[in-house]
């Protein structure tokens, strides 16, 4: 439903040369690949004007596997719709992203986009963040400083519970595509009603490289529900 109303013939980018009609950005987890699957329902012909700027390498491996025309954020820093995935969803639109941890090149792809808009599944969609994604929010960090900032987020900043995500079919930490770690940091209840101030205070940390917190950036959401239907909040 989203990629019907956001990524359709009739959408032409105004400032891109002629060869190009629209630059979609194409975000990670396992609910885009139902996205990608269905730009390229679309056809050859429709997507040949288009071009798609990934936010990792499994994003890279689904836009290069559906023949779809691969582009670089260096050569496309103005996107004109980013389509990602969500951890959790909360009434205003702000967004728990890294579940897969790519939040960095995610958010870099979102910024860009002209709209960012995410597809996610009922499951995804809560009053307030920290509500139904218990890991909490990712902190991608240097490995440097991955346990002064782990020290911190767990004694001044309300997350005692945050860990350095463990990788499950390789030794040691999860290492991002930008050779960094994860910290998962489950911040209090009442710290991540203000989700925008965590971000920034966590942000600030020396060694953080990006915060899966996404506030005020998506215009959409699009929830997949069981029976089939879509809700969408705008
Ligand atoms: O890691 C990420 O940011 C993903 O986009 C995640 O937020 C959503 O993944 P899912 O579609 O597998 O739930």
Redo the contacts with the bound molecule.
């Keep these: 439903t989203a990629v019907d109303h956001y990524i359709k013939p009739e959408h032409r980018t105004s400032f891109q040369s002629s060869r190009v009609d629209q630059i979609v950005g194409i975000?990670?987890?396992?609910?885009?690949p139902y996205v990608v699957d269905r730009i390229a329902q679309q056809g050859k012909e429709v997507n040949q004007g288009r071009v798609f700027v990934p936010t990792g390498f499994q994003s890279r491996q689904l836009i290069v596997a559906a023949g779809l025309t691969l582009g670089d954020v260096d050569e496309y820093p103005s996107i004109d719709v980013t389509i990602?995935?969500?951890?959790e969803v909360d009434r205003e639109l702000n967004l728990i992203?890294?579940?897969?941890?790519?939040?960095l090149r995610?958010k870099v792809i979102a910024e860009a986009a002209e709209t960012f808009v995410v597809v996610?599944d009922y499951r995804?969609n809560s009053e307030f963040l920290g509500t139904n994604y218990p890991p909490g929010v990712p902190i991608e960090v240097v490995p440097f400083a991955y346990g002064k900032v782990l020290s911190a987020v767990q004694k001044t900043f309300g997350a005692p519970k945050a860990t350095l995500r463990m990788a499950v079919k390789k030794a040691g930490p999860v290492v991002t595509d930008n050779g960094n770690f994860v910290i998962d940091a489950p911040f209090e209840r009442e710290k991540m009603l203000d989700p925008a101030s965590v971000l920034k205070q966590t942000k600030l940390l020396t060694g953080v490289v990006e915060v899966?917190l996404f506030c005020n950036m998506a215009k959409a959401a699009y929830f997949g529900n069981e029976d089939g239907t879509v809700t969408i909040r705008r």
């Design positions: 975000g990670s987890g396992s609910t885009v990602d995935g969500a951890d992203k890294g579940g897969g941890a790519c939040h995610e996610a995804k899966g």
